[in-house]
């Protein structure tokens, strides 16, 4: 008889294994005391569950270690670079194959190739490396999150999503020939992870073609936003993954990618695109900053590790195991009272911190207080995305509250198992019985530009 088992089973089996700390919480507290109550500054060695990102972090299949040493390393035109290009041409329908070292990279070369003061970039949300390279250029990053995204605790298919009105109402303001690029960023990390349909990047690029503007993809994670299309969006039960990803790369006229995500691998990126003559200018900048056309920054063996990637991410089972265990997380927040962006995303949860902490004052770091209340009881790594992280600050230096304070636990793809999972939601329920005991912070010491990476902090009086 056929039967639905409730257990989520990791899809593999664990062929190497690499310790993980086991601390004592007189350790933890040491090492947080001298990592200044800031997370980013701690050894990962000291680090039970790490929750940083999920960045770079993912476990390589045997395929794909198996594949690094098939690696070709010739300078030009290696056969590592071919099988590259032949898989991404595959998924995404493209003619001009552009590897880079990390998204970032593509993103630096493209925006170069594109844009200049006096220009806006239209997004449903620029991830922030893509505000600072499109900002670099002198240029603005407008983002049109649909309605609803920021309403953290109320559920909705795809928050992710772009407010298409809004945006409309924008080019008409600013002229479309002022705009040459709109952005769709799937999923869409800064808003939680949160899917877009597939109806709504329809929509903009019927908007993108009715303006003149290219469409270009932000895809690390375009595996999780095919997913989610398949469980959420009418139409799309019974298509293969797979398909869903390639209707979704053949709305756009370009796409790129962080690799490190959706690719399973520890390095990688890429940018593509039909137009030649604008592929011709980010190759110009490609061969001046990261390397030759055939390798762009990485060496023969990563290209082949992201060839075996790009194709294990859109098995199926791979993807309800990864799916299934960001909501099984999630959803045990949920029950145990904790404020969660509602539903979880694909590749982590986020708390919302000042309704989590009432009692910590806005202006003394509640998201921060909190990932280092993680980290002192159960040896966790999180990341704060709040007042630390956006930096705003008054005439006199002090730090200002913002819209958002969240704490991120992004989970790494097939390295943690559901007993580590249960591990921590069991942390969560400790820390909720006395969460009136943690205690906000204050700055000693902070840097002008990304403050967050290196901030010094201390318990507040
Ligand atoms: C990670 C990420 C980037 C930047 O990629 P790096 O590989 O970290 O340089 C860009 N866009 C999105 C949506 C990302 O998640």
Redesign the pocket.
């Known amino acids: 008889m056929e039967w639905k088992p409730k257990t989520i089973i990791e899809p593999f089996k664990i062929k190497a294994v690499e310790p993980i700390a086991m601390t004592s919480r007189a350790e933890r507290e040491a090492a947080l005391k001298k990592a200044f109550y800031n997370p980013f500054s701690l050894p990962a060695e000291k680090v039970t569950i790490d929750f940083l990102t999920d960045?770079?972090t993912g476990a390589m299949s045997a395929a794909q270690w198996g594949a690094l040493m098939n690696g070709d390393e010739s300078y030009a035109g290696a056969r590592s670079y071919y099988r590259f290009e032949k898989t991404v041409k595959d998924l995404t329908g493209f003619e001009e194959i552009i590897p880079a070292h990390?998204?970032?990279?593509a993103?630096k070369i493209l925006f170069q190739s594109i844009a200049r003061k006096g220009i806006y970039i239209i997004s449903n949300s620029h991830?922030d490396?893509?505000r600072a390279n499109v900002e670099y250029t002198g240029a603005e990053a407008v983002d049109f999150p649909a309605e609803g995204a920021l309403d953290w605790g109320k559920p909705a298919p795809f928050k992710g999503n772009a407010n298409v009105q809004a945006m409309e109402s924008f080019i008409k303001d600013k002229g479309a020939e002022n705009i040459p690029l709109c952005v769709m960023?799937v999923t869409n990390?800064?808003l939680g992870g949160q899917p877009v349909s597939m109806q709504n990047l329809k929509e903009v690029r019927a908007l993108c073609s009715k303006y003149g503007i290219k469409l270009f993809l932000?895809t690390?994670?375009f595996a999780e936003n095919a997913y989610f299309i398949k469980m959420r969006e009418k139409g799309y039960e019974n298509k293969p993954v797979r398909e869903i990803a390639k209707e979704m790369y053949r709305l756009a006229d370009g796409a790129?990618q962080?690799?490190?995500?959706d690719a399973i691998v520890n390095i990688g990126?890429w940018l593509a695109m039909n137009d030649k003559e604008l592929s011709a200018k980010c190759r110009q900048l490609l061969i001046l900053m990261e390397g030759f056309n055939t390798y762009g920054g990485l060496a023969g063996r990563d290209l082949e590790a992201m060839a075996v990637g790009l194709d294990e991410v859109l098995d199926e089972n791979y993807l309800h195991y990864r799916i299934a265990s960001t909501e099984y997380l999630g959803n045990a927040m949920l029950k145990a009272g904790i404020p969660i962006i509602n539903p979880p995303g694909g590749h982590g949860v986020y708390i919302d911190a000042k309704k989590y902490l009432p009692h910590i004052k806005p202006d003394q770091f509640p998201a921060q207080a909190l990932t280092c209340a993680l980290y002192l009881e159960g040896g966790i790594r999180a990341v704060e995305i709040g007042m630390l992280m956006f930096g705003k600050r008054d005439s006199s230096g002090k730090f200002l509250p913002a819209d958002m304070e969240l704490v991120r636990l992004a989970i790494p793809r097939r390295v943690y198992t559901k007993s580590h999972i249960d591990y921590v939601i069991e942390v969560f329920e400790h820390l909720t019985a006395h969460k009136e005991e943690i205690q906000g912070l204050e700055i000693v010491e902070a840097a002008k530009i990304l403050p967050h990476f290196t901030a010094k902090l201390k318990p507040a009086k």
């Open positions: 960045s770079g990390q998204g970032r990279a993103e991830f490396t893509t960023t990390n800064s932000d690390a994670r790129w962080s690799s490190k995500k990126g």
